[in-house]
């Protein structure tokens, strides 16, 4: 299993060569080579031009196409201010997740809460 930074940096390029992708940024443990076997990946894509609500709900798919996705789920509490999908990306480390959140400026408000299938599980994001 290749390593969290390699993971982080292998998302980060797939993602940068997207036209509508201003910029990928690695942040949290990764970035600050704080993590450690249980530690999740977090990037901040930026769409600055496009719509982030929509790329949003194609990340899933976008991700699919450079790792197998176990499974994902939209963090629903944080929504319409921020969009975050989360991704576990491996069958042998149920701790290899990945979070990305789609930014842009100005921040698009088009989709929300309902507009985004939600996994019946409560998210770990959630505000309860």
Same mark, same amino acid.
């Given at each position: 299993?290749?390593?969290i930074?390699?993971?982080?940096?292998a998302?980060?390029?797939?993602f940068s060569?997207?036209?509508?992708?201003?910029?990928?940024t690695?942040?949290g443990?990764?970035?600050?080579?704080?993590?450690?076997?249980?530690s999740?990946?977090d990037?901040?894509?930026?769409?600055?031009?496009?719509d982030n609500?929509?790329?949003a709900?194609?990340v899933?798919?976008m991700?699919?196409g450079?790792? *197998?996705?176990?499974f994902f =789920?939209?963090?629903p509490?944080l929504? %319409?201010?921020s969009?975050?999908? !989360?991704h +576990?990306?491996?069958a042998?480390? *149920?701790f290899r997740?990945? =979070?990305?959140?789609c930014t842009?400026? %100005?921040?698009?408000?088009t989709? !929300?809460? +309902?507009?985004?299938p939600?996994?019946r599980v409560?998210?770990?994001?959630?505000?309860h």
């Amino acid at each position: 299993m290749e390593s969290i930074i390699d993971t982080a940096n292998a998302i980060c390029a797939y993602f940068s060569a997207l036209p509508q992708v201003k910029s990928c940024t690695i942040y949290g443990s990764a970035a600050s080579s704080s993590y450690d076997a249980y530690s999740d990946i977090d990037i901040a894509v930026d769409v600055s031009g496009s719509d982030n609500s929509i790329f949003a709900r194609s990340v899933p798919e976008m991700l699919g196409g450079l790792y *197998p996705i176990i499974f994902f =789920d939209y963090a629903p509490s944080l929504m %319409p201010e921020s969009y975050v999908v !989360s991704h +576990a990306i491996s069958a042998e480390n *149920p701790f290899r997740m990945v =979070d990305i959140k789609c930014t842009a400026t %100005p921040h698009f408000t088009t989709l !929300s809460r +309902a507009d985004f299938p939600m996994n019946r599980v409560n998210h770990t994001l959630s505000k309860h």
